[in-house]
């Protein structure tokens, strides 16, 4: 039996500059904390790198032509910040803005909307020298950047991400310090987290003063936490202060201009008078990411009074060691939909890493990924029958590409990229997902 989704569902695909651009030394790109995070031994596995990683900055085209191919409408692709500006402010890097305008008018004529997000991870180096996300400064940087993109593209952009998972920038990259810019300091994450909150804010009401209709929103990977079956009783009550941590300290401001209750205390000291004030902006869609639960065990001596732990066995798991958990995908759009007005919402990033080995003409049979999708693709359609105002989706990832710390081991795309070679050979996934998307229904 097939499952439709509903009538005008749009579907898209996504990427980030950093994971498959490439092309460092082309053209006068500044260098970003990627950069540097990946230099510094020990960092990336096998020492991997983004500076050929894709070559997308070469293969725009061939690129957009296989999103073509998909079917997909919607694309979601992040502007590399020191590409354009490499100091991180002042002198604009024109070689980097024409490169954005041309891939934009590649959009545009494949009949594909430009989902522009402003930050998926690659802080100018020289702005981390300053600081980074720790100075408040940076609202006004982030504000003058966005003001530069909005000049230049704003004219062609369909929708606008301020953020990809500002929780993982201020977590990952300065409380656990496994993404750059790998500070471990729980406090100047909580700093990072307030200011994150604020340029999402300010850059929101740039680009609605000069484009007062265009949607503007940020991508957030919802976390649900579960305790070990065993263990209900002892963790059970960290589960509220767990998702005030992953999500509500970066929803509840938005939405509601506060923070939760559980996590004042360690916001206040980075708060002024009239921030929450300033935060609160109407949304116009929520993106979401999603992949795996997250299940949590009391721990002392650390940070916060948790720790993740391994999910139970039973589940499968992705070759990321991820837990596959179509049922918590289901239950974070239930989230919004219940505590954050049902707004609308677009699956900006969900998918999986598999051993995918080419067959002897390259291609590759990947069905465990096809059963991954159609696992989360059903919780979704689950939710949107029970009145989760899901509006669209769009798969990570386009393309195998560079996978943060883990390098080019992991591979979450619908297409094959061989990295002697740098051909692209669309999976099985690939065909797959192009028939979701013509049918606009699950097989
Ligand atoms: C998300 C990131 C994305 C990719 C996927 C696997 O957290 O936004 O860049 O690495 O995970």
Same mark, same amino acid.
């Given at each position: 039996m097939t499952k439709s989704f509903p009538d005008g569902f749009r579907w898209g695909v996504s990427t980030s500059s950093y994971q498959i651009e490439g092309?460092?030394?082309?053209?006068?790109r500044g260098d970003s904390i990627w950069d540097t995070y990946c230099a510094?031994? /020990? &960092?990336v596995a096998n020492g991997?790198?983004?500076?050929?990683?894709?070559d997308h900055y070469h293969l725009w085209a061939e690129d957009l032509d296989l999103i073509k191919g998909l079917g997909a409408r919607h694309y979601r692709f992040s502007v590399m910040w020191p590409r354009v500006l490499p100091e991180g402010?002042?002198?604009?890097n024109e070689t980097g803005i024409d490169f954005y305008s041309r891939l934009v008018d590649g959009m545009l004529e494949r009949d594909i909307d430009p989902w522009l997000?402003?930050?998926?991870?690659?802080?100018?180096q020289a702005l981390q020298d300053r600081?980074?996300?720790?100075?408040?400064?940076i609202v006004d940087w982030f504000g003058d950047y966005t003001e530069l993109l909005v000049t230049r593209l704003g004219d062609r952009i369909k929708s606008w991400v301020t953020f990809n998972e500002p929780n993982v920038v201020a977590?990952?990259?300065?409380?656990? /310090? &496994?993404?750059?810019?790998?500070i471990t300091d729980p406090r100047a994450a909580m700093r990072v987290t307030h200011h994150l909150n604020l340029c999402h804010a300010r850059a929101t009401r740039i680009i609605k003063h000069h484009y007062p209709d265009a949607p503007v929103g940020f991508v957030l990977p919802m976390h649900k936490g579960y305790t070990l079956p065993h263990r209900r009783e002892q963790d059970a009550h960290l589960i509220e202060l767990f998702e005030a941590k992953w999500n509500g300290a970066f929803l509840d401001p938005v939405y509601y201009g506060r923070y939760p209750e559980l996590i004042l205390d360690r916001m206040e000291p980075h708060i002024r008078p009239g921030d929450l004030e300033a935060i609160r902006t109407d949304v116009d869609f929520q993106g979401l990411n999603q992949y795996f639960p997250s299940y949590i065990q009391a721990a002392e001596?650390?940070?916060?009074p948790f720790q993740h732990v391994e999910p139970p066995k039973y589940f499968r798991r992705t070759e990321m060691g991820w837990a596959i958990d179509g049922d918590c995908f289901y239950r974070t759009m239930k989230i919004l939909q219940e505590n954050y007005g049902n707004p609308p919402v677009f699956v900006t990033e969900n998918g999986g890493a598999f051993t995918d080995v080419p067959g002897?003409?390259?291609?590759?049979?990947?069905q465990d990924r096809i059963a991954y999708y159609t696992e989360y693709l059903d919780a979704l359609l689950r939710a949107v029958s029970e009145g989760a105002n899901v509006q669209g989706y769009m798969p990570w990832s386009l393309l195998d590409n560079?996978?943060?710390?883990?390098?080019?081991?992991?591979r979450f795309g619908l297409v094959h990229v061989?990295?002697?070679?740098l051909k692209r050979t669309p999976k099985a996934s690939y065909e797959f997902m192009r028939n979701v998307i013509t049918q606009n229904a699950l097989p």
């Open positions: 092309g460092a030394d082309d053209d006068g510094t031994p /020990g &960092r991997d790198n983004g500076r050929v990683a894709c402010t002042g002198k604009v997000c402003l930050y998926h991870w690659d802080l100018p600081g980074g996300w720790t100075n408040r400064d977590w990952v990259g300065h409380e656990e /310090g &496994r993404h750059a810019p790998g001596g650390k940070a916060w002897h003409n390259g291609h590759v049979d990947d560079f996978e943060w710390a883990y390098g080019y081991d992991k061989d990295y002697e070679t």
